[in-house]
Each structure stands twice: as structure tokens, then as C-alpha cells.
């Protein structure tokens, strides 16, 4: 028995899953899931809208406060080595019923951001294909993605990362290439309009803070998807050393070209006060065309698509991955299904189950504000679970039952920084879930407007009555 499936039995699973992945392939995967594309993409417009071209400086901001959180996964990652961190990790620190709940809230989000990123990915594959993007087309364009991405997966870790890892090349041209010559080449505006916000405000009642608030709530979607790292956990080679690496470098690295092709675009764009008067709905495009040519239109588009599903692969993985975690344990319904795995060593029936649900998902793809309210849920989610991890972590610290065994200890610097992690996320969570009609459509609906807070209740109530009904951490074992 190697060191990997030694210290995988001593926290009480057999290894099942293919053990073959490097610690860059492994960065890979975070990589791709946080993508700084489908980030930036899904986040720009919105930003710009709120909060005009100021918007970026809330980036270092939501970076930081990620980092924090980093510090903690480090510690927790290099001691317990195991796929589906949430729901382990949690329950190891406080109990098993409190790592179901956490468990359940990170599958739930993980599933909407696998629908969120599908749906985004739609327009650039219509767009590709010359064909007009109606709702019915979106939701069937998107559902080919999820399907394409499931195959991607059941393939086997190794044929899902070498994807993956194409993907990651488009993103290195469309990020860092495109970025930089935006910047030094076609840059059309001074750098004092970073400033500036072109009287966004007014969205947020004439607040100059209310805005750059709801710019920071939006991107906080930028910076999440390092846990897929953690995800692979059990596919990892000295995963224990690998692990608190590879999230580091995954983060690191995506936020700096995030904030790169930011800068880039605000400054290359011809007339950022269309895009805050809501005349220009694609600027990022804009961007790029008016500075290459419009000759530049389709090959942008593809490099796009194709980071879209690299996204897409290692986000189902990552539900996957954290779904079979869990069912193996048996606390899930159909437990036996979702714990099953394929010939080719990976969690088939929770690939299976991942895929359908965000399938299912889209069909809300055929009214756009129930999209909205879906994206709006889908950060918060997320949120909530880095939340629960660190609040697991920290009151296991104070209480002093747990006292972190691996390669990575900080000491009394560990437990300050897991406390201003948890203060972070609990504001950032609040500040992402708070109704705001500035981040909804003009004439949305009030369920769009309290999407978010609506359905984390909504989650956590269900979540709760299983957890009190069924009893399922009473069939936890005992390790």
C-alpha cells in the first residue's frame, strides 16, 4: 500500500477512484473551474453597470478576503486528504450532522453553477454556429454542453484533465494574450477613468459605496471554484503535499489575470459609458473587435467556447466527486447509485446524477428571470458552504479538539486568520445574498429581486427537515 491509499484507509475509504494526476494537473482542474473567462465574462457588464469602471478595484478586495479563506483549506487539506472537503472536513471538525448540512449545501450549489455556466456558454456556441439565440435554443445549446462535459468526465481523469487542459491553453491566449495587447496596444482611455464611475451610482440610489457593494457581491463569483482541487482529491498523487499548493497557485494565478484583462478591457474599450447606460451589452466583445478588427469576432468566440467547457468539465467533475463522497457513506437518497464506480475508476452514477440535474436545471432556461434568480442563488451557495467550513474550523480550533496534524501549521497565526476568514465570508455572503434591484433586470419580478435569500432559505429548510426526518448522520461510520 502506497502512502496515498495508506492515509486514505486511515480515514476509512478503500481506494477506488484512478490515482494518476500530477500536481499540475491537479492545478488544472482549480484552474479551469475558477476560469478567468467565464469569471470575467459573467461579471464585467454587471460590474461596470453598478459601479461604472471603479468596478475592478473591488477585485484585489474579493481576492484577498479569498486568501484568508485559503489558509484555512491549506491546514485542512494537507491533514485530511480526502474528495468532497465540505462534507468531510466538516463533519470530522464538528460532527456528522453538521457536515451532512454543509455537504448538502455545497452539492446544491455546485449544481446550480454547473447550469449557470452551461447556460453562458450557449450564446457562444449559437453565436459560432450563425444562429439566433431564442430561449428554446439556449436551453438546448446549453444541455449539449452539460452532455459533452459528462463524457468529458466519464472518459476517465485522465482524458477529462487532457481536456481540460486544452481548454486552459484557449484561456491563456484569450486571458493573458488578449489582455496584454489590449493594455499596451489598443488601450483608449486614460488610466485616471479607474476612478471614475461614470455616474453608475444612480443605480444604487446616487451611493457611490452602495455601488462598488453590489460590484464586490457580483464578483465574488470570480473566485470560487478552487475546490476543485480538493474535488481530485483521491486522484492526486501525494495529494496531502500537492493539495494546499495547487489551490494556492490556482487562485493566485487567476486572479492575477482576472484583474489583467479587468484593467484591459475597461481601458481598450471606445465608450465605457454605454456600457454603464446599458447601450452596450457585451463590452468585453466590444473590446476586442473594435481594437483586432472585426475579422477577430469568430476565433475570439471559439477561444471563449472552449474555455466555457473546459469550465464546465471541471465543474461537474468537482460535483461528481463531492456527490460520491458523500453517498459513499450511504446519507444520501440513492446512495448506492451515486456511490458507484465505473470501469475506468471514476464516480459514474454521481457523473450520472450531476448531469441530469443540470439538464433539469436549464429548463428554467425558457424564462430568463428564473435564470436570474438561479445565478443570483448560485454565488450565495457557494459562499454559505465556504462559511460553514471555516465556522467548523474555527470553533474546532477554539474548543481545542482540533489542532491541525499536518505539514501545514500555522499556530496562533492560523487560528487569527480562520477568524477574520469566517468574518469575511459571513459579510460577503450577506452582502451577495442582500435583494438588490440594481442586479436584477429593468421590471424583474420581487422573487428575482430576493432569489438569492429566498432560496438559501429555501435549501437550508429542506436541508434541516431530511436532516431531522431521515437521520442520516446516524448512518455516518464511526473513523
Known sequence: MDADTARLDELGYPQELGRDLRILDNVALGFATISPVVGLYAVVLVGLMVAGPAWIWVLPVALAGQCLLLAVYAEL???FP????????????LGPAYGWFTGWVSICAYAVANTTIAYLSAPWALSLL??????????????VVVVLCALAGAGGIGVLTRAVKSGIAAEAIASLGVGVALLLAFREQEF??????????TASGGSVLAGLLAALAVGGWVFIGFDACIGAAEETKSAARHLPRAIWIALLSVGALVILNAVAVTLAHPDPAAVVAGNDLDPVTTAVVSSFGGWSSKPFAALV???FLACGMAAQALTARTIYSV?????????????????RRTPLGASVATAVIACLGLLLGLSTAAVGSLIA????????AFLLIALAALIARLRGSWRPAGHIQLGRAGVVLNALAVLWLAFETVNIAWPRASLAPAGAPVYQVWAAPLVLTLIAVTGLAYLVLAKP?????ER
Open 327 to 343: 453517498a459513499r457513506d450511504g446519507v444520501l437518497p440513492g446512495s448506492r447509485f451515486l456511490r458507484t464506480v465505473g470501469r
Open 377 to 384: 442563488f448560485g454565488t450565495a451557495a457557494v459562499y454559505v
Open 473 to 477: 448522520h446516524r448512518r455516518v461510520p
Open 305 to 307: 467556447l472552449v474555455a
Open 192 to 201: 485616471a477613468l479607474l476612478t471614475d464611475t461614470l455616474g453608475a451610482q
Open 77 to 79: 487539506a494537507a491533514e
Open 82 to 93: 480526502v474528495a468532497g472537503g465540505a462534507y468531510q472536513w466538516s463533519r470530522r471538525l
Open 130 to 143: 450563425g444562429i439566433d439565440a431564442t430561449p428554446p435554443r439556449l436551453v438546448l445549446a446549453a444541455m
